[in-house]
């Protein structure tokens, strides 16, 4: 069977939301009493990044998101290419750098 590299870009609609958790994160009050919540600080804590700080999308969120639209796509009968799509569609890297770098306020 012949492999096929596509490169390709992804443009958003909107804003991107992030929620990576971090290990220290589970279980733990983020606002003790007294405190003052920093938005800012908050955001960029919850950004995901790679080793050089670069903020990222992983790419298993690409696969879920292609796979999860597979399943609307019939193949044979009832078949869905879902299956295809787990076996044969592969992103990288695994950590998708994003071109903007900016968090909105």
Do not use: W
């Amino acid at each position: 069977m012949e492999k096929y590299k596509i490169e390709i870009s992804v443009k958003g609609l909107r804003p991107l939301l992030q929620n990576a958790f971090t290990s220290g994160q589970e279980g733990k009050k983020l606002l003790k009493r007294g405190q003052i919540y920093d938005d800012q600080l908050e955001a960029e804590s919850r950004l995901i990044k790679n080793k050089d700080g670069i903020i990222c999308q992983p790419a298993s969120h690409f696969e879920a998101s292609m796979i999860k639209s597979a399943v609307e796509h019939k193949f044979i009968g009832r078949k869905s290419y879902k299956d295809l799509f787990k076996a044969g569609v592969f992103v990288h890297p695994e950590l998708i750098p994003h071109k903007t770098q900016k968090i909105c306020d």
